[in-house]
């Protein structure tokens, strides 16, 4: 081992792949180190994590969180931990000078600027974050190949496929002989439910996942499939794969994490249990293998596997997204995933009917179909002009 240990910040530490990916580092003592740990609103969870890891800082959403984050860390003796709050501290932390490596963790738009902060200082930056890509690919993976910053992709598909391309891939399927990327998709908790009782599935039906536990964003994603549409965006972005390029086949027991098909007919895939620690090590290990913490395959448990076209009538969702992909209209897909981001924060809410997911997000995607959008203001303010029309849509439902 080395003298020298990787500083880490991890955004969106108090969620599921933050909360995986401090297990990843507390098996590896001499390795790494925690520099800044974030969370929105979860403070005792938080104060609980800044005890254990000891970092520099911890940062919150506002002033009123960081008010009681800091009164819990005197109440555990924690002095160690500076507290800080809002967007410029998380930006802060993602681009501080004794930062090496970033985990992008926090779910939806509002890891855009941390992350961009990170991509910008030239970090290395392990992004489970897919919401990043789909709002603003072309401005991330420019800013990243400008600054020199690494990328390492942690959502369990684009890990897969980042382990069975070659290893000096360049960008080019073509010149790697890829013939398409496979991305496999659970098919998640309503595969087999009749869609006539579709209108009639609760939050509580949708964020239980079959294989993965997840926050409840992914996991309502996950169920309306638009989580593998938003993944064939983030695909298209982090391996310069086309539309035509890009496989989805559903194979509901999420033992292949996905595939590389070649032009020679061989088919590479990786497989193992469904435990995001497996990705998060390749990706903090910067592909050297080190143990994870998940169990071994086990194949006799596991004596199936099957796949299965996707049904875009069943979910509407995917075929947005696919279409939103063939148009390659930046603009669009900043819509698709603002709109998404309303209509599931209001389906939790009880306040929009599962089937109402597609019907909304189709709605904000044909009346701003003349949007154009490159830079960053321009970005976010079409994300915010999203939001607001998502939110009238929804308020005329309910009243
Ligand atoms: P989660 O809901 O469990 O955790 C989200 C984290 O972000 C929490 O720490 C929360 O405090 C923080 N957060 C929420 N809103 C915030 C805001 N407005 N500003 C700052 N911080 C905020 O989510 P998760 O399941 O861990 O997913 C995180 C990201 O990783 C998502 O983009 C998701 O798509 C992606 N991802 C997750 C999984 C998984 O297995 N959970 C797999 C692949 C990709
Ligand atoms: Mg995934």
Redesign the pocket.
């Known amino acids: 081992m080395g003298q020298y240990t990787t500083a880490i910040t991890v955004?969106?530490?108090?969620?599921?792949?933050?909360l995986?990916t401090l297990d990843v580092i507390r098996r590896h003592p001499e390795e790494f180190s925690v520099f800044a740990l974030?969370?929105?609103?979860?403070i005792d969870k938080l104060a609980q994590l800044c005890q254990q890891f000891m970092p520099q800082y911890a940062v919150v959403?506002d002033e009123i969180a960081a008010r009681q984050l800091q009164q819990q860390l005197q109440h555990l003796q924690v002095t160690r931990t500076q507290v800080l709050f809002g967007q410029e501290a998380?930006c802060e932390v993602s681009q501080a000078s004794e930062v090496d490596g970033v985990m992008v963790?926090?779910?939806?738009a509002?890891?855009l600027l941390p992350a961009l902060s990170a991509a910008k200082a030239g970090k290395t930056i392990y992004l489970?974050?897919?919401?990043t890509l789909v709002m603003a690919g072309a401005l991330f993976m420019q800013t990243i190949q400008q600054s020199g910053a690494r990328l390492l992709p942690?959502?369990?598909e684009h890990n897969a496929i980042f382990q069975t391309l070659p290893e000096n891939y360049n960008g080019q399927l073509n010149e790697a002989g890829v013939a398409s990327l496979i991305l496999t998709a659970s098919g998640g908790p309503f595969l087999h439910t009749p869609v006539a009782d579709f209108a009639a599935i609760t939050p509580e039906q949708a964020i239980k996942h079959p294989n993965?536990?997840?926050?409840?964003?992914?996991s309502v994603?996950s169920a309306s499939m638009m989580?593998k549409g938003?993944e064939l965006i983030e695909a298209h972005w982090l391996f310069n794969a086309p539309a035509n390029q890009l496989e989805v086949i559903i194979h509901p027991q999420s033992i292949i994490h996905s595939m590389v098909r070649y032009i020679d007919g061989s088919v590479l895939a990786q497989l193992g249990e469904a435990d995001?620690r497996i990705p998060i090590a390749y990706c903090m290990g910067l592909r050297h293998r080190m143990h994870s913490g998940a169990e071994p395959l086990d194949f006799t448990a596991n004596p199936q596997l099957t796949f299965l076209p996707p049904d875009f009538e069943r979910f509407p969702c995917l075929k947005l997204a696919y279409d939103v992909l063939h148009s390659d209209n930046n603009a669009a897909s900043c819509i698709l995933n603002a709109a998404n981001e309303v209509a599931v924060a209001a389906f939790l809410n009880h306040q929009l009917r599962f089937t109402d997911l597609s019907v909304l997000v189709d709605f904000c995607l044909q009346k701003l179909s003349q949007q154009q959008a490159a830079s960053i203001d321009e970005l976010m303010q079409l994300d915010a002009r999203v939001r607001t029309i998502a939110q009238e849509w929804i308020n005329k439902q309910v009243n």
């Open positions: 955004l969106g530490a108090t969620g599921s792949i933050g995986n974030t969370a929105h609103r979860q959403a998380l963790a926090i779910v939806g509002a890891a489970a974050n897919k919401e942690v959502d369990s993965w536990h997840m926050g409840q964003k992914i994603d989580n938003l995001m």
